[in-house]
């Protein structure tokens, strides 16, 4: 098996994790190496082809394409090692790390680790909604992917689970996919967002935001041809044939829970100082990997001065 060192190991490849190697190598530590168990490097933001990303971080309006990769061209100037189709295991003694990748097994040794693995969408069967299993049923991560890298056929009519900040992401692919959204539905009583993007989004798009409203069951053989919604006591069906499953979000935080460390019981984060670090661990956690969910360009902000710390504590 291979054996590496380096000064800090950054685990995702996402903007909080390239953010925060960019910041290690400002901050003059040597030797900084990101995992990405993708075959390219950006996180989500590379299949998310609207507008909106990199206000807070570059003071621009960027497609999420271009926002990442102006982080991935970023690390790469600054001298850090990105190793893409790289998978992190568990943890091995003092402070390494087991890895994966089509060289074979690695073990990498680090003087500090960030965690940076982000949170996936709990898809249909995660949240246990009742019926059978027909074709047309997304995330919103699945629903970009199919639509702006794979240049799938969706559907005609959709229905969208959830009213978060992502949903409204899921409205804006729907409509470059030629699909029109009928509806948005949400237990909870208002939606997630901003207000003007619920609003102005709501006005372009033209769909129809349902509160304090319960989906009962998908509807469908081969292919989805509705859904049973619950409002105020009362069962009514929605016809569609795509259904995106959006936001509610869980933690990536199988390579934590395997390391024994502390989850919190609410978020499923990892439990971390305000300094972001695992408590009597050089371990720090950042991103989405800590909820609750940021906006991807919090997540770099976040992440440079977490950076920031992690090196001082390396001089």
Not at 10 to 35: D, F, M, Q, W, Y
Not at 41 to 49: D, E, K
Not at 183 to 212: N, P, Q, S
Request: proline share 3%.
């Amino acid at each position: 098996m291979k054996t590496s060192q380096v000064d800090v190991l950054v685990i995702g490849g996402g903007p909080a994790g390239l953010a925060a190697a960019i910041e290690l190598k400002k901050s003059g530590v040597n030797t900084v190496r990101v995992l990405e168990r993708e075959r390219v490097a950006g996180g989500v933001p590379r299949h998310s082809f609207h507008p909106g990303y990199g206000l807070r971080d570059f003071k621009q309006f960027l497609s999420g394409p271009k926002y990442a990769k102006k982080y991935v061209d970023g690390a790469l100037s600054a001298g850090v090692v990105v190793s893409t189709l790289s998978t992190a295991t568990h943890f091995g003694e003092k402070n390494s790390v087991q890895v994966t990748s089509p060289a074979g097994l690695e073990t990498i040794s680090a003087r500090a680790i960030i965690l940076a693995t982000g949170a996936r969408e709990r898809a249909r069967a995660a949240r246990a909604v009742p019926g059978k299993r027909p074709a047309g049923i997304y995330t919103t991560g699945s629903l970009q992917q199919a639509t702006y890298l794979e240049d799938l056929a969706i559907g005609s009519r959709a229905v969208i689970v959830g009213a978060e900040h992502v949903s409204f992401s899921a409205v804006m692919t729907l409509k470059h996919a030629g699909v029109k959204t009928v509806a948005m539905l949400t237990e909870k009583k208002k939606h997630e967002t901003v207000g003007i993007v619920r609003f102005a989004l709501g006005l372009w798009y033209r769909f129809k935001l349902m509160t304090k409203t319960e989906i009962v069951e998908v509807l469908g053989d081969k292919r989805v041809t509705g859904v049973r919604i619950r409002r105020s006591g009362v069962e009514s069906v929605i016809a569609c044939d795509t259904i995106v499953f959006t936001g509610n979000w869980i933690p990536d935080n199988e390579l934590v829970r395997r390391g024994g460390f502390a989850i919190d019981s609410t978020y499923k984060s990892p439990v971390v100082s305000a300094d972001a670090q695992i408590p009597g661990t050089s371990i720090y956690a950042i991103g989405n990997l800590v909820l609750p969910i940021k906006a991807a360009d919090k997540c770099a902000v976040d992440a440079r001065a977490i950076a920031k710390k992690v090196a001082a504590s390396l001089r």
